[in-house]
């Protein structure tokens, strides 16, 4: 990252990534409107999980429980205590700050392979307890949130997050919001120590840079954006299921950021659209939908280890975030 | 039933589950001791082994007890065979790299899953025990079968021992887990016998499966389970000790049967993994582990 022309143009390929979403609003039928809308949130989850995986080089396999924890810390109080939309997405940021703090503090007292197991298994007991209290959250059936309860008063008007347009321009406005924070974040001292951490820990702390704290940072941060996302699932789309905090919601954001290319600030986004739209299209073909995942997994780690845009950066784009 | 009655019928319902157990978790740990990679779809090769034993036992038709012994030779040869492909199509080639091989062997739970689900189907299926013998204690009768699991594992566990600590096989192995450069540096075949060592710890959760099948149906979904608890019961016994892997089989087998018939299974499942993942955190080389060097 050189002077200011290569900040400009990192910045105007941002800039331009978000306003060609804002355009897609008004152009894309209907069906691919709601697809993308979905698609943006789970994005967002899949940079969450891109910044500790693709910039610390930390393997977790429990992010559901993230953003499970966004999901039901937003939808569980709106549900039965009938919290408005603004508090109860703070509700689901703040349940994500929590659990990511406590599950940091325990799980990095672990490194590299015991890292994984400890985080999965924290997971599975979110997931455990999520159908535990199967009398509140309803398990794996789920609770639907009303349109009503979905709304937003802003002086005289509403903001009804059920119209497919304002859901749509909300889902992009936190992806902008998230992409910015990624981007900034990278870029900062912070971002340089955490790949630092990635390269060498040993050097790192040798260096005098407090690596615990720095990943501790990182793991909250990347909870809290998990979270939002989350959060934000419940409050668009007016669905709390447990389905969201079992395994396999660890292991998709991790296949999503692969595939686009860890590490990279745009990749979550490229990989979480290329196999939404994957799964999408061979599902009217066949339902083995898991023999796609697997395969995939297999391939990228085998011959295609950087993903798209990595790969991109390395043989063409240097430049690129 | 009285109080001791119950207590007894929970343990031995626990002895079984640890026998089974403590096999499929000695794959799990042989794996990881040996090759020092975390096979995520060793539950998937449980699976298999169930999944063929009904497949088997269908097939051979006849007495009962003879498609059991059919399935416990074959289905374990063919897991196996099916494990040392992939190992040495796909593990291999990642050079054996720690994340890599996590991140493969989950697409394998996957494909492997797809597989069952679409050639086997949703259902559970029963398979028929080999034979049906009911020894009746003066409280409550209690299945033959069952008991024979408990000597068959006991069996199983103690042939692999004398292989690991008699045998010029185990020396290699041995050698190979101890250190890798210098073991070939003395003309070991490391890659063989890496092979080998994943084929291996398939085939013992294969085995456990076969045994398990005929109590509890064959599922494509039931994988998961013994995964984690495999996972519990290497990480609380350490990292690639037999003898830990053993006796934490027995801990937690007799612990989850005797807190699954007092308390609500979901609850158990909850404080047990709570429990581990603390053990991790706190005491990385497991309670009967000691320090790696």
């Known amino acids: ?321 | 039933m009285a109080f001791f009655p119950h207590l007894l019928l929970a343990t031995l319902e626990g002895l079984v589950t640890s026998a089974v157990l403590a096999l499929t978790a000695l794959g799990l740990s042989l794996v990881f001791g040996v090759m020092r990679i975390v096979n995520v779809a060793h539950g998937e090769f449980f699976m298999l082994g169930a999944v063929l034993a009904w497949a088997i036992t269908t097939a051979v038709g006849g007495h009962p007890a003879l498609g059991f012994a059919a399935a416990l030779v074959l289905a374990p040869l063919i897991v196996g065979f099916i494990a040392w492909i992939s190992e040495r199509l796909v593990l291999r080639r990642l050079d054996y790299n720690p994340e890599a091989t996590i991140v493969a062997t989950i697409g394998l739970l996957y494909i492997i899953q797809q597989l069952a689900l679409t050639f086997y189907g949703p259902e559970a299926r029963p398979v028929t025990p080999p034979f049906n013998v009911r020894i009746q204690l003066p409280w409550f009768g209690y299945s033959g079968y069952k008991l024979s699991i408990i000597a068959a594992s006991a069996l199983l566990l103690l042939a692999t021992w004398l292989v690991l600590t008699r045998t010029r096989i185990g020396l290699v192995m041995r050698a190979t887990q101890y250190d890798r450069e210098t073991a070939q540096a003395f003309g070991i075949p490391v890659g063989r016998v890496y092979g080998a060592v994943f084929a291996l710890g398939a085939m013992l959760a294969a085995i456990a499966a076969v045994l398990i099948v005929p109590i509890q149906q064959a599922h494509y979904l039931m994988g998961l389970d013994p995964l984690l608890l495999s996972f519990i019961v290497v990480i609380i016994g350490g990292l690639g000790s037999l003898r830990g892997t053993v006796i934490a089989a027995l801990l937690i087998g007799v612990s989850d049967g005797i807190i699954s018939v007092f308390f609500s299974p979901t609850l158990a499942k909850i404080i047990a993994t709570l429990v581990v993942a603390m053990v991790l955190v706190f005491r990385p080389q497991g309670l009967f582990g000691t320090a790696t060097k």
């Open chain 1, 1 to 321: 990252m050189s002077g200011d022309g290569a900040t400009a143009r990192v910045y105007a390929l941002h800039a331009v990534v978000i306003a060609l979403l804002v355009a897609l609003n008004y152009i894309l039928p209907e069906y691919h409107h709601g697809v993308l809308a979905r698609v943006l949130v789970l994005a967002i989850f899949a940079m969450g999980y891109n910044l500790l995986f693709g910039y610390v080089g930390l393997l977790s396999l429990g992010h559901a429980m993230f953003f499970a924890a966004g999901l039901y810390g937003a939808g569980l109080p709106l549900y039965h205590l009938g919290w408005g939309v603004v508090p109860a997405f703070a509700g689901g940021v703040g349940a994500g700050f929590l659990v990511s703090l406590i599950v940091g503090l325990l799980a990095l007292r672990t490194s590299g392979v015991a890292f994984m197991i400890v985080t999965m298994m924290f997971a599975q007991v979110f997931y455990l307890v999520t159908l535990y209290f199967g009398a509140w959250t309803r398990g794996d059936e789920g609770l639907v949130l009303q349109q009503q309860a979905r709304q937003i008063t802003l002086g005289t008007g509403t903001l009804d997050l059920t119209n497919p347009a304002t859901r749509y321009l909300s889902a992009v406005a936190l992806f902008a919001a998230a992409l910015f924070a990624t981007l900034a974040i990278v870029r900062s001292r912070h971002g340089r120590v955490l790949v630092a951490i990635r390269e060498n820990e040993e050097r790192a702390k040798m260096l005098g840079y407090d690596t615990f704290a720095n990943k501790l940072a990182a793991v909250v941060t990347s909870g809290v954006i998990c979270a939002a996302a989350g959060a934000a699932y419940a409050l668009l789309f007016g669905y709390v299921g447990s389905t969201f905090a079992s395994v396999q919601y660890s292991i998709l954001p991790l296949l999503w950021v692969l595939l686009g290319g860890a590490a990279t600030t745009l990749g979550p986004l490229l990989g979480t659209l290329f196999m939404y739209y994957v799964i999408d299209i061979t599902s009217s073909y066949t339902s083995a939908y898991m023999l796609i995942v697997g395969a995939m997994l297999i391939l990228l780690v085998l011959w295609f280890r950087k993903g798209v845009l990595g790969t991109l950066r390395d043989r063409w784009l240097g430049w690129l975030p």
